[in-house]
């Protein structure tokens, strides 16, 4: 709680409370360097949108659990530097290149936002620390459809197109379908919205046949049986979704999701992303972050440091061809 | 000087027109309104539409009277002091820049009075700190360069 | 009566001692956030989330929902005062607010705007709390082709707004327009005038354009009237004694304003995505419509006032609807509400209400209270905040240009949004000076990329036949009643005469 409430407060504020609660110096942490990291510096933790949000969320509760179990020796400072889908707050990191004690979550954006606007960073940039979990999109008709399953959909696809709504076009919500639909082998029209609310209720009104959306927010909907989760595309089904099957299971892979890890600053030096690496082992492995998972509906894909530069870039270049084959970014 | 203000519109039109001409698809690729659509029929009718509101200024054959040029001078130093406020802000940060800004600002308008304006330039951020940083946790323009203070 | 049963378990459980301090707090801390120009209902909500975590969910929910409507009810403060808009369901409340106020009339316009807020919120949860599952059924039924014909009929509006001068209303609107079309393309993906700037990819935000259209586009105006000049200075008249309560005619000439307000506030709030700022501004030109007087509106009718402050009420009490019942946030405000919802582990969706009933009815009741509150606040406040005008203007102009920005820059942190402020601000004199209308373009700012995008939705979905606008039934009906509005309209105006926005800028500009 100590961190929420740091973050809520103002600079000034938060100086002093984050003074007050700083942890006992010393070894606390997994303490594989004998330098890093110093009690005395403040760690600087961007946060790159506003308070509320899932960015905002995920970080708060990555430094409660470091606060928790006193993992991070020094004080932890969150900022939150929205502004321009993220560019602001990464470009704020990217600046810092070379320092250990710049840091940042990421998400869907840290891959998109860059291939919409002329940012100085790409997101292999970065020190990558790890990939801690996956946003992953449920397939969903209207629950009075007369379609029951995947197969169904597939097989009514292939006669006649239908449409499938999702949130923007530079967004996982378009390439998770395209990939799908490409390996299942029908077509579809693509219909574009600004929220999930949006697209929601055009289902619900029946003027689409489909969407994808995130479960977390449709849960409820598909609890009351207003609507019927069809397929699912991480790669281990949420307890709230049981019995839905994964594009994978059908053998419809498509290895595409929204990436929320850790990343520090570029260039950092490689005893902080050691020590970083090591400490999210401790931090995933805690009851908080299970919790957190299975709050927010996250799929917990875990992979450390350069396997994680690896995964953004072929996250980048997968968004990218999609993107480009349909002339959304040139 | 409506026919300028017209004329500076048509400019702009032209200008928007143009990159939805140049830059935007009238239909997308399978056949649907495509991004440049609605652009190029805003852009062309607000072209149409400036340059008959210009020819009808001209037939009316008076150039509309405006206030008289005291009216003009205030407004004209106002509109520069915010513009340059606008830039301190970027440059300085929010803190800086209101201090200044007021500074300069009250003592051009409100002459004579130096305790007084250097009050309010000072209880003004400092208000606005205090209600949107430690009340809101809002943010404050950052300063792009920051001054030794 | 299940509902009285219900409702009456939510009281017990909204009115603990705690309970009430936490909304009173949220009230006076949302009436603050709402005052400031730039900070609506959801920038306030987002800001101060945060300080419910760890509170018990009721104490918290009580509390945010305070701060949501405090808001509604602090935003139009300044509308009236300042010409400055707290937020963009409040741009409608300066067309008359704002003539009210230089008539002398500040004290009778912040009565009467708290007084149609308490109507309008109040309307609005008597009809949550009898016809929540009907009107669940509205917010279910619109999609795309609907959202079209909805922005059709606000485009109606444009008409009420566009002046005496045709071709000048005609190009202030084709500039909203243009400046709606800014951003990502939602269909393609493609960027629209964005210059590879990564704060345009949203596209251009509508308060920095009305606060400086209106705010600062009014203190150039002012300064260019010497206003800074003379003795007192002060912008608006206000008499303390005789001036504050408003006077009989102003209750009688607008009894009926409130009840078609709050019915089309509620209504237009209760279908996601249209929100307060449209509800208001069609109820504006509603009452417009209406009126036996149009010609007063823009000059300091007393109804145009009222109209948009009693729908832009009821629109927010109808947002809940959508979030109650079907766990879909309607607006930005209710999204955030809906995070809190989410953070506490609980499920929005249609069974929301049978599984938490104790929150969802204490929710309900406490805006009742909250409404209650506001007005006794409000009320209690008025002669507080016109010590505002009382500042001379040579001291208080430059303190507005410092608030306008300084709020503009925190709600998205966007450098860009406080320079489009500024630029708003200088466009905004030369339009107002030479008889443009600077309504006609931030109503095109809000309903242009609307239709855009629900039009092109709707032709994919229909691949490309416009027949889908009659083959569904809620398309059938907005179709209907948008076809007998512009039958009627041209009769109604044909009576009425000059215009909303453009009427003192008339005599002041060529």
């Known amino acids: 709680m100590i961190s929420l409430t740091n973050g809520y407060g103002s600079r000034l504020r938060n100086g002093i409370l984050a003074a007050a609660v700083a942890l006992p110096v010393g070894f606390a942490g997994p303490a594989l360097a004998q330098d890093y990291p110093s009690a005395d510096e403040t760690l600087d933790w961007t946060i790159a949108f506003g308070p509320g949000g899932g960015n905002d969320i995920m970080a708060r509760s990555i430094i409660e659990i470091l606060d928790k179990y ?161 397929v699912f595309s991480g790669q281990n089904v949420p307890a709230a979704l049981e019995g839905v099957p994964t594009m994978g299971s059908l053998g419809y892979d498509i290895g595409v999701s929204m990436p929320r890890g850790l990343i520090l600053a570029p260039n950092a030096p490689q005893e902080a992303q050691d020590w970083w690496i090591e400490t999210m082992k401790t931090v995933v492995e805690t009851p908080e972050w299970g919790e957190y998972i299975s709050s927010n509906t996250l799929t917990p894909t875990v992979i450390y440091g350069e396997d994680f530069r690896t995964f953004l870039t072929n996250t980048k270049n997968g968004f990218q061809e999609v993107l480009k084959s349909v002339g959304a970014i040139k | 000087m409506r026919i300028a203000f017209l004329v500076a519109l048509l400019a702009a039109a032209v200008f928007y027109s143009y990159t939805a001409f140049a830059d935007l698809g009238f239909m997308t690729r399978t056949g649907r309104l495509g991004p440049g659509f609605f652009p190029r029929v805003i852009g062309v009718s607000a072209i149409l539409i400036t340059l008959w509101a210009i020819l009808d200024e001209l037939r009316s054959g008076r150039i509309s009277r405006d206030g008289d040029a005291r009216a003009w001078a205030d407004v004209a130093m106002l509109m520069a002091l915010a513009v340059g406020y606008a830039l301190l802000i970027r440059l300085f940060g929010g803190m800086v820049a209101t201090f200044v800004f007021l500074a300069v600002t ?26 949107f940083d430690w009340l809101l946790n809002a943010n404050m323009p950052p300063a792009l360069i920051e001054l030794p203070i | 009566m299940d509902i009285f049963a219900d409702l009456m378990m939510g009281l017990s459980v909204a009115i603990t001692p705690i309970n009430i301090v936490y909304l009173l707090i949220g009230a006076l801390v949302g009436m603050i956030v709402g005052v400031i120009p730039g900070f609506g209902p959801s920038a306030g909500l987002a800001i101060l989330l945060p300080v419910t975590f760890g509170m018990d969910p ?40 704002f003539p009210l106020a230089k008539n002398g009339r ?15 919120g109040t309307v609005g949860v008597i009809l949550i709390t009898i016809l929540a599952p009907m009107f669940s059924q509205v917010s279910r039924s619109f999609g795309p082709p609907e959202y079209f014909l909805l922005a059709m009929m606000g485009m109606l509006t444009l008409l009420v707004m566009i002046g ?225 005008i009382k500042v001379p203007y040579r001291i208080l102009g430059p303190t507005v240009v410092v608030i306008c920005a300084l709020g503009t820059f925190s709600v998205n942190a966007s450098f860009i949004e406080m320079f489009l402020m500024f630029g708003a601000g200088i466009v905004g004199f030369f339009m107002r000076l030479y008889g443009f209308s600077p309504a006609a373009l931030v109503l095109a700012l809000v309903l242009g990329p609307l239709a855009e995008e629900a039009l092109r939705q709707t032709l994919t979905i229909s691949r490309g036949s416009f027949m889908i606008f009659i083959e569904r039934t809620p398309s059938l009906w907005i179709l209907g009643i948008t076809i007998a509005l512009v039958a009627f309209l041209p009769l109604l105006n044909r009576l009425g005469g000059k215009t909303a926005s453009s009427g003192d800028a008339e005599k002041a500009g060529s």
């Open chain 3, 164 to 388: 005496t001068n045709w071709k000048l209303g005609v190009i202030s609107a084709l500039i909203g327009f243009a400046l709606g079309t800014v951003g990502v393309d939602l269909e393609t993906g493609q960027g629209r005038y964005t210059f590879g700037s990564a704060e345009l990819i949203g596209g251009i935000y509508f308060i920095p354009i009305a606060i400086g259209l209106f705010g600062l586009g009014e203190l150039f105006y002012a300064f260019y009237g010497g206003l800074h000049r003379t003795g007192t200075g002060a912008i608006v008249q206000y008499d303390k004694e005789e001036r504050f309560w408003p006077t009989a005619q102003d209750w009688i000439s607008t009894r009926l304003t409130m009840a078609r307000s709050s019915i089309l506030g509620f209504v237009v709030g209760v279908i996601p995505g249209a929100g307060a700022t449209i509800a208001s501004l069609m109820a504006y030109s509603t009452e417009r419509s209406v009126s036996k007087n149009p010609e007063n509106f823009g000059k300091g009718e007393m109804a145009g006032l009222v109209a948009p402050e009693t729908a832009n009420n009821a629109a927010s009490s109808g947002a809940m609807i959508p979030l109650l019942t079907l766990g879909i946030p309607g607006s930005a405000s209710t999204a955030v509400l809906l995070a809190a919802f989410l953070l506490w582990g609980m499920r929005p969706g249609p069974l929301f209400m049978e599984q938490n009933p104790e929150l969802a009815w204490g929710l309900i009741a406490s805006m009742y209270l909250g409404n209650m509150a506001l007005l006794a606040i409000s009320i209690f406040a008025i002669p507080l905040f016109v010590q505002i």
């Open chain 3, 106 to 120: 500040a004290g009778p316009a912040l009565v009467m705007q708290a007084v149609a807020s308490f109507v309008g």
């Open chain 1, 70 to 230: 006193d993992l991070y020796p020094g004080d932890v400072k969150p900022e939150n530097r929205a502004g321009g889908s993220g560019a602001v707050g990464w470009g704020y990191l990217y600046a810092q290149s070379g320092n250990p004690y710049g840091i940042s979550t990421t998400s869907g954006s840290f891959v998109t936002t860059p291939l919409q606007a002329d940012t100085p960073w790409q997101p292999e940039d970065f020190t990558p620390v790890a990939l801690l979990a996956t946003d992953d999109l449920v397939l969903v008709v209207n629950g009075n459809s007369d379609i029951q399953n995947i197969e169904e959909f597939i097989a009514k696809a292939k006669e006649t197109p239908m449409n499938i709504g999702g949130t923007g076009t530079v967004n996982v919500d378009f390439i998770v379908p395209t990939l799908f639909a490409q390996k299942a082998g029908f077509e579809f029209d693509y219909v574009s919205f600004n929220s999930m609310s949006e697209q929601t209720t055009a289902l619900l009104s029946n003027a689409l046949d489909a969407m994808v959306g995130n479960p977390g927010e449709i849960l409820g909907l598909i609890e009351s049986g207003d609507l019927r989760p069809l």
């Open chain 2, 106 to 131: 009250l003592s051009i308008l409100n002459r004579g009075q130096l305790v007084k304006n250097m009050m309010v330039a000072t209880l003004v951020p400092a208000f606005v700190y205090l209600l």
């Open chain 3, 58 to 97: 009721i104490g918290a929910i009580m509390m945010l929902a305070a701060i949501y409507y405090g808001a509604m009810y602090g935003g139009t403060i300044t509308s009236i005062l300042l010409n400055t808009p707290g937020e963009s369901a409040t741009v409608a409340s300066t067309f008359d607010g």
